[in-house]
């Protein structure tokens, strides 16, 4: 079975063009963040790229309405936004909710409201290496569609290794979860690609995908290839 | 178990997953050794022997000559400030966690050098998150805070100040949360620090109603606290909360209004009232004494303030400088900038026999103040 390939861009005016590069160049689902002031989860490059869409005025409507535009674009492609708490306490939680499904997205993702919590909505839910057995099955029974499994203990970005600890993560998770299994956190070049396939059922992509989109569509679709060549 | 309704609405642990599992141990551990005779006696012996507790009340007959208003001398403990009560009870904890390294962040400094200072005296690694703008106003702190060993680590984006450095600091946690305790310097976080620091700070206030009660005969018409994150008046208040006719007033930068002006938000891990917009973005805070730029607050303030058991009011820049100023030159007390704000208020109140927590003094503000005074 091939291996899903999930892309990570910040939110703004060129998103429906840079998540069209990135289905071209073999990208499964596209992950689209609302920016944060301070998200305490992401490491430089979100961060700053954060401060920079907030800089433009990428509010939670704006956030939206690019959410709706990807939606036009790609009919087919789960489009997850991805954020934090304080956007969803501000808007309203449920209408939160509803908003962001009827603008097209598919689920979404809140890096810092762990499973148990608010679990009436429906989310990604996160595991991490310092998981215990007891919360990886909890987050398993209430996550949406796949679970993620974050690489490592530490916040987003690039690294030089793929985690050590993400084979034991793998193993712990495979005996309490049946959902499909992503990695993600830290993941940026082919060789992390095709080591954490082997072990997961998809990769999440996010800093290094930042990078490359940086330099427009074309190159991220070909970056987003280079992962899809290999997994 | 979901810790979300922890102060009314307030409170939670609002987290990524890679901490819970810690909260989850640091929840056990305190509940523990708050049952544990040998941690209280351990820190109770720190406390007297090392800190300096109990501190003394002093009557400020000068600053406010038609009233009886008392200064609970939280500044005359070792380190300068109330912020050493939470950071050596913390250490004793973080010591029977088996944590080995130690990470802060502080604004003023004053939870700094804190915790540098018990880090010192315990020989644990210590790396403490500052913000740029507040190295430069709080200079002395970083090199006393340097001096006894810990790596100071500046924060260089955002408003580089407070927020930014609890970021960091809680950032580096999520690293290295496998070998480190985070000392968090006020009641603000994920639960349960909220009430570890409460409960660490709360001696101010049970020696406080002891001795006002010593002096006096009788309690405090009014108890008046500054409040950043809300640690010192927390700690002031809970001696009192209970007695219905003691008036408590918390106060707040005029610029950093987190309970006055904010809305209900997420920051730092917890639900609580924050300074942002409509989108729930933070917003940046704007105060003349760094331990009260921040936009956030302790959870249970929104909490005190919602229920009416607490009044929360402002007090400017140049309010809290004339009070800084006239307490120096009444009664020969140099109070630190945060408390300078209680002190402005509380010689207003219409009551007459006023506690006022004086959570730390003012050498590390000297070259501000003087710049903003001459
Ligand atoms: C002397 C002093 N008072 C008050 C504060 C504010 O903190 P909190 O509101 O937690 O007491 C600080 C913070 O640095 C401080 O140094």
Redesign the pocket.
């Known amino acids: 079975m091939s291996k899903a390939l999930v892309v990570y861009l910040m939110a703004g005016p060129d998103t429906p063009d840079l998540a069209h590069a990135a289905v071209d160049g073999g990208a499964d689902t596209v992950e689209i963040g609302f920016p944060f002031s301070d998200p305490l989860a992401d490491g430089p490059v979100i961060r700053r790229a954060a401060e920079r869409a907030l800089a433009q005025g990428m509010r939670t409507r704006q956030c939206l309405d690019v959410l709706a535009r990807t939606r036009e674009r790609l009919p087919g492609t789960p489009l997850i936004p991805m954020t934090y708490s304080s956007l969803l306490e501000a808007y309203g939680w449920e209408r939160f909710a509803e908003d962001v499904a009827a603008s097209g997205g598919s689920s979404m993702i809140v890096a810092d409201l762990p499973a148990g919590e608010r679990p009436s909505l429906r989310r990604v839910q996160l595991v991490a290496p310092t998981s215990t057995d007891e919360r990886i099955a909890l987050a398993g029974a209430e996550t949406d569609g796949w679970l993620y499994l974050v690489t490592i203990a530490g916040t987003t970005g690039a690294r030089g290794e793929l985690s050590p600890a993400l084979p034991g993560l793998v193993e712990r998770t495979r005996r309490l979860v049946d959902a499909p299994l992503y990695a993600g956190f830290g993941i940026s070049t082919p060789a992390h690609a095709r080591a954490a396939t082997e072990l997961a059922d998809g990769i999440v992509v996010g800093s290094a995908a930042l990078e490359a989109a940086e330099d427009g569509p074309e190159a991220l679709r070909d970056f987003v290839a280079s992962l899809r060549a290999v997994i | 178990m979901t810790a979300a309704t922890e102060f009314g609405a307030y409170g939670g642990r609002y987290v990524p997953e890679t901490l819970i599992p810690a909260l989850d141990d640091l929840t056990s551990k305190w509940s523990e050794l708050q049952r544990d005779e040998s941690f209280r006696a351990e820190l109770n012996e720190l406390l007297t022997t090392y800190a300096g507790r109990p501190t003394p009340l002093t009557r400020a007959e000068r600053f406010a000559p038609d009233k009886r208003l008392y200064l609970k001398r939280?500044?005359l403990l070792h380190t300068?400030?109330?912020?050493v009560n939470n950071a050596l009870g913390q250490i004793v904890l973080a010591r029977r966690l088996g944590k080995h390294r130690i990470v802060a962040e502080?604004?003023?400094?004053?939870?700094g050098v804190a915790t540098a200072t018990v880090c010192a005296r315990f020989g644990l690694e210590c790396v403490v998150y500052m913000g740029e703008e507040d190295m430069r106003r709080q200079q002395p702190n970083v090199e006393r805070m340097r001096l006894m060993g810990a790596t100071v680590m500046p924060v260089d984006f955002g408003t580089k100040t407070?927020k930014e450095a609890t970021s960091e600091a809680i950032r580096d946690w999520i690293a290295n949360v496998g070998t480190t305790h985070y000392l968090i310097?006020?009641?603000?976080g994920p639960a349960p620090y909220p009430e570890i620091?409460r409960e660490l700070?709360r001696v101010i206030g049970d020696e406080a109603r002891e001795q006002i009660l010593a002096a006096e005969g009788r309690l405090p018409e009014a108890v008046v606290?500054?409040?950043?994150?809300?640690?010192?008046?927390?700690?002031i208040f809970y001696g009192f909360l209970d007695d219905e006719d003691v008036r408590i007033v918390g106060v707040e930068a005029a610029g950093a209004a987190s309970l006055g002006t904010g809305r209900a938000g997420v920051l730092h891990g917890a639900r609580s009232s924050v300074l942002a917009d409509e989108d729930g973005q933070i917003a940046d805070a704007h105060s003349i004494?760094?331990?009260?730029d921040?936009p956030g607050?302790?959870p249970e303030h929104a909490y005190l303030r919602d229920i009416g058991r607490v009044e929360y009011v402002g007090a400017t820049d140049a309010e809290a400088l004339a009070a800084f100023r006239d307490l120096a030159r009444t009664e020969g007390i140099i109070?630190?900038?945060?408390?300078s704000h209680a002190l402005a208020r509380a010689r207003e109140l219409e009551e007459e026999l006023i506690l006022v927590g004086l959570?730390?003094?003012g050498d590390?503000d000297l070259a501000e103040a003087l710049r903003h005074l001459t």
């Open positions: 939280e500044d300068g400030a109330h912020k502080t604004g003023a400094g004053q939870h407070l310097g006020s009641c603000v620091v700070q606290a500054c409040v950043g994150g809300g640690s010192n008046a927390i700690g004494s760094a331990g009260l921040y607050v302790g109070p630190a900038l945060e408390p959570s730390g003094r590390k």
